[in-house]
């Protein structure tokens, strides 16, 4: 009896099977939507990536501005370059020249308020470098000063004294 049963249920179910050839639409529908979800969370989550990236680039291009400014001042009597105004970077008046860099690291938006800033006092014995942070809201400023200070503001600074 038993055995019987077991094999009608067999059977049963050997026909079932076989008539369920493919998906339904509502199996495809709710694959459908998890893959979008899960492709939403990716593309989100690489944006900010993205964001980190840039700024990495950012705090090491004014690492190589600092480097090449002290480059400078070693040549020439512990004076930097003086520009006693703000200066974006690269400047017309030639500041990569002066600091004998043959191509300046530009940021890659290249737009406000992410362009690299540099100025020094009117004697050429302090300066600031700074840019715009992406990732960060409200934006922050990552600040190089002469006396080896580094990091973050909220406030550009406007003049060679170090705001951190």
């Given amino acids: 009896m038993i055995k019987e049963l077991l094999t009608q249920h067999v059977l049963v179910d050997i026909n ?7 998906f339904t639409l509502i199996e ?23 964001k980190q990236a840039r700024d990495s680039a950012r705090r090491s291009d004014l690492k190589q501005y600092q480097t090449s400014v002290e480059n400078y001042a070693n040549i020439n009597n512990g ?20 600091l004998n860099i043959g191509t300046c690291p530009l940021d890659v938006k290249n737009i406000s308020p992410y362009l690299y800033k540099y100025v020094s006092d009117a004697t050429g014995t302090n300066y600031v470098f700074w840019a715009g942070l992406e990732a ?13 200070k580094s990091g973050q503001s909220t406030t550009a600074p406007s003049s060679a004294t170090c705001p951190i």
Avoid: R, W
Avoid at 16 to 22: D, F, Q, T, Y
Avoid at 139 to 146: A, K, L, Q
């Fill in 136 to 148: 960060k809201t409200p934006t922050e400023y990552f600040i190089i000063c002469s006396n080896g």
């Fill in 16 to 22: 079932m099977k076989s008539n369920h050839n493919g």
């Fill in 79 to 98: 004076i930097y370059p003086i520009y006693a105004t703000v200066t974006t970077i690269p400047s017309s008046g030639g500041f990569c020249t002066d």
């Fill in 28 to 50: 495809m529908l709710v694959v459908i939507s998890l893959i979008g979800i899960l492709a939403t969370l990716a593309l989100v989550s690489f944006g900010v990536s993205q």
